[in-house]
């Protein structure tokens, strides 16, 4: 089945910071998308983007499928934006998302 | 306000015993999906259903069922074939086929089997 790795696996930044995380993929997707889980275990969807660049305030995202990646970009972070950021894939004709492993941010003051 | 109801927060259950784990969306879903997620893991996917009355395996579907009789619920059951059942416990829908649509998750039923 396909492959999805995230990078970096962990990432502490001072609160202001930016940061780039990145989601490679092994095959061909019809579909990724990027969430956001608190440490209290909740998942938020953040962006759907299969191709092209997307924003939503301080986060953007950029999925180049051709070359198999995904970035997400954080601006000005904030201790809120603590947690673990997956990206998820789905591969050809399959019916299901993928999830990487996952970059566990940790913003501090 | 629409969203995902997953109960209880937090489930307690002896070994060898079944347990039946509550999803309910009022999005007007088709597709729903179960996952499951361990300490510092990522979400791997137990069952999915695409529409009412119809449902498929995901990659760790040994020890558990599920049904979709109702379109707004999903439920599912931990059987004592699970091997190693203590999780978190994700639900999820989307308005269509995921691959044509955002994944929504509920908040989670966190078990422990002792």
């Known amino acids: 089945g396909i492959q999805v790795e995230q990078s970096p696996p962990d990432l502490i930044l001072q609160e202001g910071a930016n940061s780039t995380l990145r989601c490679n993929f092994s095959d061909s997707v019809n579909n990724l998308q990027w969430f956001h889980q608190n440490p209290w275990g909740q998942l938020i969807n953040l962006f759907y983007i299969p191709s092209g660049t997307k924003q939503n305030g301080r986060l953007s995202a950029t999925t180049v499928a051709t070359e198999r990646y995904s970035l997400l970009y954080i601006s000005s972070s904030q201790t809120t934006d603590s947690g673990v950021y997956f990206c998820?894939?789905?591969?050809?004709?399959?019916?299901?998302?993928?999830f990487g492993t996952g970059t566990r941010l940790q913003v501090t003051l | 306000d629409g969203g995902i109801t997953q109960s209880p927060k937090y489930l307690f259950r002896k070994e060898g015993q079944n347990v039946t784990l509550s999803c309910e969306q009022n999005?007007?879903?088709?597709?729903m999906y179960w996952y499951r997620q361990d300490p510092g893991q990522g979400l791997r996917l137990i069952y999915y259903s695409q529409i009412v009355n119809d449902f498929q395996k995901g990659d760790i579907a040994e020890g558990y069922s599920v049904s979709r009789e109702k379109k707004e619920s999903f439920p599912l059951t931990v059987t004592s074939a699970q091997k190693n059942p203590t999780a978190f416990y994700l639900c999820?829908?989307?308005?269509?086929?995921?691959?044509?649509?955002?994944?929504?998750f509920g908040n989670g039923t966190r078990l422990t089997v002792t």
């Open positions: 999005l007007n879903h088709d597709a």
């Open positions: 998820a894939v789905v591969a050809g004709t399959a019916s299901k998302l993928t």
């Open positions: 999820a829908s989307s308005i269509d086929r995921v691959k044509n649509s955002p994944l929504h």
